[in-house]
């Protein structure tokens, strides 16, 4: 059983600075890539940043929002600076991980549970 736990959300005034973090736990062989999307009220969920053989990141959180990983904790970190009311959003975390079961391994997809970033203006 794969888990990917959140943490660090809450609220945060405009300009502030809020660090995100997701820890990865389970029979995991190998992490293919781990990011971050967030949805807000009303909108379809959305790519802020992912890190995998490449590093993306969307033009709103881009130089705003560095994502880094430590893969000895297969944790995957996102730090979000100069915040923006709409930045408001719930944010997940994503991972692509390669998942050992007994003498097999095979590759699937996972979201994180989500958690609140509230920016006041």
């Known amino acids: 059983q794969v888990q990917l736990v959140e943490s660090g959300g809450g609220l945060v005034q405009a300009g502030g600075s809020l660090r995100l973090s997701c820890a990865a736990s389970g029979s995991i062989f190998s992490i293919n890539a781990m990011g971050w999307y967030r949805q807000a009220p009303g909108k379809q969920r959305e790519l802020v940043a992912t890190?995998?053989?490449?590093?993306n990141y969307a033009d709103s959180v881009q130089g705003r929002f560095p994502i880094s990983r430590d893969n000895a904790k297969k944790t995957v970190y996102l730090q979000m600076n100069s915040l923006k009311p709409e930045d408001t959003a719930v944010y997940y975390c994503?991972?692509?991980?390669?998942?050992?079961?007994?003498?097999?391994?095979?590759?699937?997809?996972?979201w994180g549970q989500g958690t609140q970033v509230t920016v006041s203006s």
């Open positions: 994503n991972a692509d991980l390669t998942i050992r079961k007994m003498s097999t391994t095979y590759r699937s997809n996972y």
């Open positions: 890190s995998g053989s490449s590093t």
